[in-house]
Every structure is written in C-alpha cells, then in structure tokens.
C-alpha cells in the first residue's frame, strides 16, 4: 500500500499494477480493489497484472487472459464474465 502512495502522489496518468494482492488477507485484497478502483475513477489508467480474476474482473473494463505467454481471450470483462466457455476453460467455472 505504501508504493502504492508513493506512486499516486506523482499524479500519473497511467499507474501498473502487478499483482497487487498478493499475500494479503481477504479484507485487505477488498481494500486494495476499492482503493485501485478509486484511483481508476479519479482518471487515471490502471494496467492491473492480477491472478485473483475474479476481483480483477470485477472492476476492470477489459480483460486480457495470456495463457504461457500468450494472448488467448480478450475483450470487454461484461463479455469475458458472461461466456460460459471462458468460465469453464479459466475462471473456474463459476
């Protein structure tokens, strides 16, 4: 969360993101999303790296799934959420 800090006093226009979740406490991943969410709604562009699809989802606008290093789905995350075929082949068939 500090570099987190660190990185937003510089008023960047695009913030990366990896893995930011990693290691925390669920209500702590809760807190990291509201807040990568926030920062998004105040206009800065987010590139999130994220294995924790379903909150990476829940606030992205697009998705990007590489597969060994290579692109194999992408699109709006409405559209990526709602196919069963992507559910059942990487999101664990929710």
Known sequence: MLAMGRAIMARPKLLLLDE????????????????????????TTILLVEQNEHMALSIANRAYVIETGKLVL?????????????????????
């Open 20 to 43: 930011p979740s990693m290691g925390l406490a669920p209500l702590m991943v809760q807190n990291i999303f509201n807040i990568i969410k926030e920062i998004n709604d105040a206009g």
């Open 74 to 94: 992408s699109g709006d995350t409405k559209e990526l959420q709602s196919s069963g075929e992507v559910r059942a082949a990487y999101l664990g068939g929710l």
